[in-house]
Every structure is written in C-alpha cells, then in structure tokens.
C-alpha cells in the first residue's frame, strides 16, 4: 500500500484492526500495559490536539523525554500527528547524559517538551531561557498526564512526504551532537524495505529491548511492526542487562518470530545464562536473529549457536544486517532462514585495502561475514580520490536512495560534506551519503571491514582496532578484561598504539598486571605483527559505550588524554 505520510500507516491499521494490540510492555515476563492499534490512534489524536493548543507549529521540534514505554510510543505518534518533528531523549539520570541533552535542546530549539509529571521538576533547569538557553524561545513543558485532561479538536494536517519527522540524534558525546533530519518519505521507504527483507507479515511477533532512542531500537523494533501490523513486545535495556535469560525466555513465553542486537547481546547471554537456567527454553519459533553491527562477527554467532542449539534455536535464523541511523536505518541484510555467507580473507592482502579470498581458513586468514544483499544503490569508494574501487578492493560505502535523510540539523557545512558526496568516475552525477565505513561487494553482497576514523595505520599497513580487540576477548585472558579499546596516540610526530582494558577486579597486584601487560603484548604482536606502546588497565564499565554497546574509542582515547578515566595501572615499553 502507498503511504503519504506517517499518519496515514497508524491511521489504516486502526482502520483494518482496531482491536489488534499494536504494542505489549513487558516488566520481566509479565505484561504490565498493551495497547491496540485504535487506542493508539486515539491517543495520538487527544496528543497532537494538545500540542497544537499549547502553541506548537508544524514543523516545530518536540523534544520527549521518557524512559522507555508505552507513554514514549504514544507521545511519537501524538507529535507525528501534529506534524512535529520528534527529538527523542533518553532521561539524563546522570551528569553525561545531562550535557548531552542540553547540547541537543540548544541545537533543536524546540518549541515544547513533553515529559511525565514526575519528571518536570527534576529536569526544569533544562528548558529556562536564562544561562544555557539564553539565546532560544521559551519551551513550553507539557507534563504527559494534563494532555488528556481535556480533549482539544484535532484534524489531519497537510504532511509533505519530505517534512522532517524525526531529529535522529547520534550518540558521540564529546562534540556537538548531530540530528539526523529523517523525513517521513525516509521512514516509509525505510520500513517498507524491512517489511519485505525481514520477510514481515501479519503473523510475525517482535520482541525488542534495545534502547527506544537508538536507531535499531526505534525504527526496528517499534515502527517496523507497526507499519507491517503485527504486534511487537517492548521491554527496557535495564531488564535485559540485569537477566538476559529474560530474553529468551520471552522469545519461548511469546512464540517471538523476529527479534535481535549487535554483537555485544549474543556474547552476554553466552557468558550469563547457565546451562542449569535453561531448562524449559523452546527458541523453535525464532525466525529472524537479526545482528547489526560493523562488522559482524562469526564467532559471537557460531558461540550462541553451540549454547542453545539444544533448545530449538536454529543456526540459519542468525540474519546479519547492516545499517546506520543516516540512511533511517537498514542498508543491506540476508534473507531469513537462509545462511549467510562467510569469506575467508587473507590478512597480508587485507591491511593494504586488497581482497584475496581464500578457499578456506589458514593462519593468514581472517574471517569476514556477509551483511547480505543490498537494498539501495550502493557503491564502494576511495575515500581519497573519490573514485569508484574495482571489484573485491576495500573503500568506503557509499549510498544513494530515497531512505537516505535530509542531512544534520543546522549543520549545513558537514550535510554538504556527508550527504551530498559525488563519484569523480561517475557520468551521472548523483549525490551519496558517505557513511564513513568501510567494506567491498562480493557476489552482490555487502562486507564491512570496519570505521575509517577507527583505522589504525601504522608502518603504512592498515589495521581495525576490533581485531585487536577481538584477539584479547578470545584469549585466556577474557575472563579477567571487560570490554577493550585499541586506538593510536600521537607521540612526537610518531603514533603509537594504545590499549585500554577494563579489569573484572581491582585486586590483582600491579606485579601480576606486568606479566598480563607483557602476555598481552606478545599475544598482539604475533597475532598482527604490530608493537603495542602502552597498555592502561582501568575500572569495569568505565570505557565509554554507545547505547548499542559499540566502543567509543575516539572518546575513550580523550578520556585518557584529559585523565578522566579510573586508571588501575599502566604498562609501557621500556623503549617509550
């Protein structure tokens, strides 16, 4: 069916099935709320009336701030129907999150604020005119509770398919934060891309726990239901965290088709859920594993595989995908219940940007998955030269596409620089979105190889700091790290390779961490021939992660710069 606007996919589901419930809120196992597709209708209606009674234009930023729920889905949908632009924001509980979100107020300038009662008080200094806002309108707060004290007429407004319908805002947090002007054409050409990839129809059940503010969390596992008309089951990131178990239990409890993460989830549920807690476990009705990340990984999946494959989990659900919050959300993916396919890369050729694959796994191989078919037009680039790579050479993915948004909010310079890239070889000059990652095509398969500002170049030879990284999580020595950061820092003109690594315990004496920082420097060398110059231990979980579990190494090496991280002990070469 062709769609307008947003308003118009919420409005036919409540007119083909009213009664269906859209969404199911989950608090452990237990369903604590649900509402159907008419009730979500209605309250969006009784939403957007309010909104548009407290002064709110169309095209104004509307900024939510919520915890994820049913409140949060019904506050989108109620500024869609005013024709606002959403600005999701998770609830800033601590002094990062704080900053990140008057950085986003600043840039939007949005016109109101909708938020819980409870809520209104706690974050007030947020949205005065006086200090951080000085130069912006007054906001108008709308506590979430007093829209629908009283019910304000509504009517459907004039949507333009190219209006901005969300402000996508990217999770660095170290500069000013980025939105991702995501129209409501993106959306429509984005979800209808999922609905048929993931092979989605009326009988399909999600079950998603990723954050609500991130674009895999958002577009995957809330809308992409909703547009295709099945019910999705939500639950927050907290619970997952605290029990994954839950995860699996709910996929068992709820006949879930469709549900998945990036790499970080499979590997948590591998390490905390004992074989004694699953018992009962039945994952017969998992479909579509979906696992987006860059790059996937085949061990996280293989690993998985091997711990629940006795209880009905099949390894051809595993459905590796690729995409990023500027194209609204997928680029490319498998097919489900099909097996994706595996390369086996020799590494030598690798580092110099060449693809030589190998008939199967040596010593010098490294191995890379397919993130599947392609969804858009989509090229492989030199990064330097702007010319198109030739077949099987690693370069940067470019993409062109209806799906691909508008550009950053206020940013004209980096949208210039991001969206509107040319191809030097190219006859027709079309405008790509430079997503920054790299990777090649393969038999009409996407690869992705890593992040280019995440490259490591040293010696003229080219190494991803996940493989570096990946070395020490398979090691022995991975029951004593958490997560790891490998990035190069600039010493006297020279770079030199740093290693950040969280400690599971600070009662290790700083002899025992000079044998493991010597280990370690010989299991790096001899895995990639390159010298670590500095190897920094510090405390669990103070590596700095995105939302979706990704490492920010850039911020991470600005934190060791500044000193701003819990530092245990620090190891050098004795030649430094």
């Keep these: 069916m062709h769609y307008h606007s947003m308003i118009d996919v919420l409005n036919n589901q409540c007119k083909n099935k009213p009664d269906q419930a859209a969404c199911v809120f989950l608090e452990n196992l237990n369903e604590t709320s649900k509402i159907t597709f008419a009730q979500l209708d209605k309250d969006a209606k009784k939403i957007a009336g309010a909104l548009l009674h407290a002064g709110a234009e169309p095209g104004d930023r ?20 005013a024709n606002q632009t959403v600005v999701l924001v998770q609830p800033p509980f601590n002094k990062k999150l704080l900053e990140k979100t008057h950085r986003i107020i600043h840039n939007c300038q949005p016109k109101v604020v909708l938020l819980p009662a409870k809520s209104a008080d706690r974050y007030a200094d947020l949205f005065t005119t006086g200090g951080y806002l000085s130069s912006q309108e007054p906001i108008t707060v709308l506590p979430f509770e007093s829209v629908f004290e009283k019910i304000y007429p509504w009517q459907k407004p004039a949507v333009n398919p190219d209006d901005v319908a969300l402000l996508q805002y990217t999770s660095g947090s170290t500069s000013d934060p980025k939105g991702v002007m995501v129209s409501h054409k993106n ?31 958002l577009m995957g596992s809330i809308l992409s239901p909703l547009y ?15 029990n994954p178990l839950i995860w699996l239990q709910a996929i068992a409890q709820y006949r879930v088709t469709i549900t998945g993460s990036p790499n970080f989830a499979y590997d948590y549920c591998v390490k905390r859920i004992k074989d004694e807690k699953k018992k009962g476990l039945d994952l017969s009705s998992w479909e579509v594993a979906f ?42 993916s498998g097919k489900p219940l099909i097996p994706y396919n595996l390369l086996h890369i020799k590494k030598s050729q690798l580092e110099t940007h060449r693809v030589e694959i190998l008939p199967q796994e040596t010593l010098d191989s490294y191995r890379l998955v397919s993130c599947g078919s392609l969804h858009h037009d989509i090229r492989i680039v030199d990064s330097d030269t702007f010319k198109s790579c030739e077949t ?50 393969h038999d009409n398969e996407l690869y992705v190889t890593g ?57 290790i004496e700083p002899q025992e961490l000079e044998r493991f920082s010597n280990e370690i420097f ?3 060398y001899n895995a990639h021939t390159v010298e670590i110059h500095k190897i920094v231990f510090v405390r669990r979980n103070s590596i700095p992660q995105t939302t979706s579990g990704k490492v920010k190494r850039r911020q991470c090496r600005e934190q060791l710069i500044n000193d701003e991280l819990p530092v245990i002990y620090k190891w050098r070469l004795t030649s430094q």
């Design 187 to 217: 959306l429509l050409d984005n979800l209808e891309k999922i609905k048929n990839a993931f092979g989605m129809h009326e009988h399909s059940v999600m079950f998603g726990w990723l954050p609500p503010y991130h674009d895999m969390g």
């Design 522 to 524: 010989e299991m790096i």
């Design 291 to 332: 696992n987006g990340a860059e790059p996937v990984h085949h061990g996280t999946m293989e690993r998985f595989y091997q711990a629940f494959q006795g209880y009905g989990f099949r390894k051809e659900a595993f459905y590796p995908c690729y995409g990023l919050a500027e194209l609204t959300l997928l680029a490319s």
């Design 392 to 441: 099987d050479v690693i370069g940067e993915i470019w993409i062109t596409s209806d799906s691909v948004a508008k550009g950053y909010w206020s940013q004209q310079e980096e949208t210039q620089q991001i969206f509107a890239a040319t191809i030097d070889n190219e006859c027709e000059k079309k405008q790509y979105l430079r997503t920054g990652d790299l990777g090649f095509i």
């Design 228 to 242: 295709t008309g099945y019910t999705t089951f939500l639950m927050t990131p907290f619970t997952f965290l605290q």
């Design 62 to 81: 509307a900024v939510l701030i919520f915890a994820p729920g049913l409140d949060l889905v019904r506050a989108f949908w109620g500024c869609l129907y």
């Design 451 to 507: 992040r280019i500002k995440d490259l490591i170049i040293l010696y003229g030879k080219n190494h991803y700091p996940q493989d570096i990284e990946a070395t020490l999580k398979h090691s022995h020595l991975h029951e004593l790290l958490g997560n790891c950061a490998a990035f190069v820092k600039s010493l006297n003109n020279e770079y030199l390779l740093t290693l950040v690594c969280e400690l599971k315990s600070q009662r």
